[in-house]
């Protein structure tokens, strides 16, 4: 079945630049996204890609999808402690629109 | 950008009692919505998905008559949680788009949670 797996625990100092992996079943999805969730927070949508595309850039994030290899990668340039926060991978069901959903990583940005 | 709106944020009840949460899609029309559960350090479970003007589809092991959902419009759904226990104490999160199968859909837009406290 689809399946979306991530590590769970990243943590970085304070201007670095973290690189968040994640690797995916479904190679029929429509979108693959990184949204980012703070403590005692909903959901917030950072950035998603196309499965068409190769790679996306947003101001400090970079997202880049290996379809071949079913892997997502999101690099947050510059990372600081605002970063902090647990970031989770989700592909979408493209026949049902279900997102599956990544553990979840959370980062830890030291200062 | 769109926005999703859930409330209440935050609910302590009694053992028994009925709860309606309501999410909420203000600048867009969602002709799905989603419902989830979220348990500490965990990931998002998928409870229900709410399609505008039919009945919800439930994921397997989600009691349809414990969590009620409606999708009135277009832009509202709820989740009431009837009768409501202790081990129902959770923080439950809704999504919405616009989505048609086989047409390039939206993504998903989050609400900001309700956290469930069951006394």
């Known amino acids: 079945g689809e399946d979306v797996e991530q590590s769970l625990f990243l943590s970085v100092r304070e201007g670095d630049s973290s690189v968040i992996n994640c690797t995916y079943t479904?190679?029929?999805?429509?979108?693959l996204y990184w949204y980012k969730q703070e403590p005692g927070a909903g959901l917030q949508l950072l950035t998603y890609?196309?499965?068409?595309?190769d790679m996306k850039q947003d101001q400090r994030l970079t997202v880049l999808l290996n379809k071949k290899d079913k892997h997502l990668s999101l690099r947050i340039a510059d990372t600081q402690t605002g970063d902090s926060a647990i970031y989770f991978c989700?592909?979408?069901?493209?026949?049902?629109?279900?997102?599956?959903f990544g553990q979840g990583t959370t980062l830890q940005v030291k200062p | 950008g769109a926005v999703v709106s859930q409330h209440p944020s935050w609910v302590i009840c009694k053992s028994g009692t009925s709860v309606k949460i309501e999410c909420r899609s203000l600048?867009?029309?969602?002709?799905?919505m989603f419902w989830y559960r979220q348990f500490p350090k965990q990931s998002l479970m998928l409870m229900a998905t709410?399609?505008?003007?039919?009945?919800?589809?439930?994921e397997q092991g989600v009691e349809k008559d414990k969590f009620l959902i409606n999708h009135a419009s277009l832009t509202l759904s709820t989740l009431t949680v009837t009768s409501a226990h202790p081990e129902d104490s959770s923080f439950y999160i809704c999504?919405?788009?616009?989505?048609?199968?086989?047409?390039?859909?939206?993504?998903?837009?989050f609400g900001d949670g309700t956290r469930l406290s069951i006394l």
């Open positions: 999504s919405a788009r616009a989505f048609r199968a086989g047409l390039s859909n939206q993504p998903q837009h």
């Open positions: 479904d190679s029929s999805s429509t979108y």
């Open positions: 890609i196309f499965s068409n595309m």
């Open positions: 989700a592909e979408d069901s493209s026949n049902t629109g279900k997102l599956i």
């Open positions: 600048d867009f029309q969602a002709t799905t």
């Open positions: 709410s399609n505008e003007g039919s009945k919800a589809t439930y």
